[in-house]
């Protein structure tokens, strides 16, 4: 018989083990922030209008589930495209921009990852923000790629570090590879202004880095899906050729369903044509082909003129129903309770979350204290908060910062 005594136990997810914590709590008023999934202000899961009707078409078109080529349904991959990077995109209309659907962001990343391992023709390390999103280190890890880190995230104004963003641009070997948040930056909310991507897509240029995007927000940042995508498309327009991946979890509010998508800009058709059969040849062995359901959906909610406007319309309530709770959140802070501390950043932050700049022990307190389950590194999941706790979450705040 075969032992599996040697396996030591591996460390919980330091995410979805809040939920774990939050969920053993019995007390009524606990709130969970830790999570980055959409809750309507009744603290529910909401499931987008245009994503429900879609399902309903797509119940009544009786389609069949036969198996979906290795790079996904063709109407969503082109959809998807255009969306990120706009219908008068000077490569997509050249049609050389090469796309596979994914297994929603993660998903993408890890082809991104193996890809990037097998043909990146310079150096295998790829540089990330500090701090960024907990997986992604794992996931280009996994993949093969080296990890370096770049700096981001400015402590002493809760705001973005441009100085030292540039300077890692500036010192990394050329032909490095940066992934980059394209908006709404997890954990922090804190993105380049546009004059700030303009000058950081000059540098990148300069030094021949290679920018990887990662997209996982498109919409929930300002509420306008073209807005969102200013980093990618000015990237693109100035000649860079970069890849992307896309994720649906949060703008259509499709966590469960893993529905993303990996694309490169390549220099011609029969590059294209190269790139995307080495995609099949790490997408067959890995999981032979994507989920259809998901697709589906968006491509039918991309493709009919009146689900896409709707969908617009309540990607734009979601990002404004958080924009309002950050707002409550700092007047209670500051009009109610009368904080001595700036709180400007969490209106100057922008996407799901807040960076708070809450330290470890004050998020001990908050969860031991108050029953306010977030992530050590103080992260606040706005989308966990509503009009009736907002206040509540105030105090509390106050109470571990006074
Ligand atoms: N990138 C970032 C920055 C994220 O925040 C997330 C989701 N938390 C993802 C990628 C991937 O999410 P998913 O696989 O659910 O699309």
Redesign the pocket.
């Given at each position: 018989i075969t032992s599996w005594a040697h396996i030591p136990q591996g460390p919980p997810d330091a995410i979805l083990g809040v939920t774990e914590a939050f969920k053993k709590d019995s007390h009524p008023k606990k709130m969970n922030l830790g999570v980055?999934a959409y809750r309507d202000d009744a603290g529910k899961p909401y499931v987008l209008n245009a994503v429900q009707k879609a399902e309903k078409k797509i119940v009544e078109d009786k389609l069949n589930k036969e198996y979906l080529p290795i790079t996904g349904l063709p109407s969503f991959t082109k959809e998807a495209a255009t969306l990120a990077y706009g219908a008068d995109s000077e490569p997509l209309q050249e049609g050389r921009i090469a796309i596979t659907q994914s297994?929603?962001?993660?998903?993408?990343?890890r082809i991104a990852g193996e890809f990037l391992s097998r043909f990146y023709p310079h150096n295998k390390k790829i540089y990330l923000p500090i701090p960024?999103?907990g997986?992604?280190n794992a996931v280009f890890k996994s993949s093969g790629l080296e990890t370096e880190q770049y700096r981001y995230f400015k402590k002493s104004t809760n705001g973005l570090d441009f100085e030292g963003f540039l300077e890692d641009i500036q010192n990394a070997p050329r032909n490095s590879i940066f992934m980059i948040?394209a908006c709404a930056?997890?954990p922090t909310g804190v993105d380049p202004t546009p004059a700030q991507w303009d000058e950081l897509s000059k540098v990148i240029k300069g030094r021949g880095h290679f920018p990887l995007f990662?997209m996982?927000?498109q919409g929930f940042a300002s509420g306008d899906t073209n807005h969102d995508a200013y980093a990618i498309r000015k990237f693109v327009a100035d000649g860079h050729r970069i890849a992307l991946?896309q994720?649906?979890?949060?703008n259509m509010g499709l966590?469960g369903e893993?529905v993303?998508t990996f694309s490169i800009i390549s220099e011609s058709l029969k590059e294209k044509a190269a790139i995307e059969s080495q995609i099949k040849l790490i997408i067959r062995p890995m999981y032979s082909n994507p989920p259809i359901n998901g697709a589906r959906i968006v491509s039918y909610v991309l493709s009919d003129p009146a689900l896409y406007k709707e969908w617009l319309g309540e990607v734009k309530l979601m990002a404004d129903r958080i924009i309002t709770m950050r707002n409550k959140l700092k007047y209670h802070l500051v009009e109610d309770f009368g904080s001595k501390y700036s709180w400007d950043h969490i209106t100057n932050q922008i996407g799901?979350f807040c960076y708070s700049g809450l330290n470890p022990e004050q998020v001990d307190r908050l969860i031991k204290e108050y029953h306010v389950y977030l992530t050590k590194d103080g992260r606040i999941s706005i989308a966990g908060i509503s009009s009736s706790n907002v206040k509540y979450l105030a105090e509390a705040i106050h109470e571990v910062t006074r």
């Open positions: 980055g297994i929603s962001g993660t998903g993408g990343l960024t999103w997986n992604h948040h930056h997890n990662d996982a927000y991946t994720s649906f979890a949060k966590y893993r993303g799901m």
